[in-house]
Structure formats: structure tokens, C-alpha cells
Nanobody, 119 residues
């Protein structure tokens, strides 16, 4: 079994910054892609940013230039640095990991962390 534990959400004023972390733990061989998604009230879950184990990454157009994704492969941890936050960034942010286990490859999700951007 694999667990993803997220941290770093909270309340921040517009223009502020937050850093989210997500650590994968449990019994598995390796972690391939890791990413962050978000879901605002009444909206569908959307990709924010994702990165491969090789270091390539992609971002939603709405966060390019403001958010930065990175990972520490040795710790199986992915980070999302969020700068210049806007009220429209308010959402529950979920971590997702593409995990190679002994007999299968499977996606796992974290429990979500709330990010609220408000004055």
C-alpha cells in the first residue's frame, strides 16, 4: 500500500506565496510522474503541474510563471511553490503519484490540502 501525505496549505493574501509538499511512503519499487491537481467548489478537478522522474515538467496555462514544481527523488517527495497567488487559485490541492509496485503500476492520490487566497 502507498500513502501520499500533503502539507503546506492555508490562508494567504493575494500576491502571497505558499509551498505545498507531498511525500509518498509505503511499499513500492519507484515513483514515476508526480503532480498537483486542484478542485474549486463547483468545478472539475484540473491539472496544475506535473513532473517526471527525469525532471521534465508541464504546467496549466493559468499558473505558468507563478508556480514551480520540483521533486526530490530520494525522498519520493514533490513540491509546489506558488507565488503571486490570486483569489482564483483558491481550491483543494491534491497530489497524485504514478507508482510502480511489485506486480502493478497504479495512480495514488493524496487527501487534499486547502489553499485559500483572500484578503
Amino acid at each position: 500500500q502507498v500513502q501520499l501525505v500533503e502539507s503546506g496549505g492555508g490562508l494567504v493574501q493575494p500576491g502571497g506565496s505558499l509551498r505545498l509538499s507531498c511525500a509518498a511512503s509505503g511499499s513500492f519499487l519507484s515513483v514515476a510522474a508526480m503532480g498537483w491537481y486542484r478542485q474549486a467548489p463547483g468545478k472539475q478537478r484540473e491539472l496544475v503541474a506535473a513532473t517526471t522522474s527525469g525532471g521534465s515538467s508541464n504546467y496549466a496555462d493559468s499558473v505558468k510563471g507563478r508556480f514551480s514544481i520540483s521533486r526530490d527523488n530520494a525522498k519520493n517527495t514533490v513540491y509546489l511553490q506558488m507565488n503571486s497567488l490570486r483569489p482564483e487559485d483558491t481550491a483543494v490541492y491534491y497530489c497524485k503519484a504514478d507508482v510502480f509496485e511489485r506486480l502493478r503500476r497504479r495512480d495514488y492520490w493524496g487527501q487534499g490540502t486547502q489553499v485559500t487566497v483572500s484578503s
